[in-house]
């Protein structure tokens, strides 16, 4: 499968951005997708998922009543919504899943989070 992200942007404190993750492919048998994101000199981390099998949901609690994770299966779409951004929401914003081992990764979607 091939996973392209979209939606980051530059956005003032306080403010909204929705971020996209379209799969090449129909995503079932895949393990959840989540998103994750990498701020300068920090290891990258998994802020949610969401299951290909029945949607269920999870979040980091640095994101938690903030950030909605949410799919599309007609369109094989995986859209993450982030309110309340703060400074420190500032990352490269990826979309991961794997299969059999093997992982798979959106190319990465700058968010900056600045007044």
């Known amino acids: 499968v091939q996973l392209q992200a979209s939606g980051g942007g530059l956005v003032q404190p306080g403010g909204s951005l929705r971020l996209s993750c379209v799969a090449s492919?129909?995503?079932?048998?895949?393990?959840?997708i989540g998103w994750w994101r990498q701020a300068p000199g920090k290891d990258r981390e998994r802020i949610s998922c969401i299951s290909t099998s029945d949607g269920k949901t999870r979040y980091a609690d640095s994101v938690k009543g903030r950030y909605t994770i949410s799919r599309d299966t007609a369109t094989n779409t995986v859209n993450l919504q982030m309110n309340s951004l703060r400074v420190e929401d500032t990352a490269v914003y990826y979309c991961?899943?794997?299969?059999?081992?093997?992982?798979?990764w959106g190319q990465g979607t700058l968010v900056t989070v600045s007044s």
């Open positions: 492919e129909i995503t079932l048998g895949y393990n959840a």
């Open positions: 991961h899943t794997s299969r059999l081992g093997r992982d798979y």
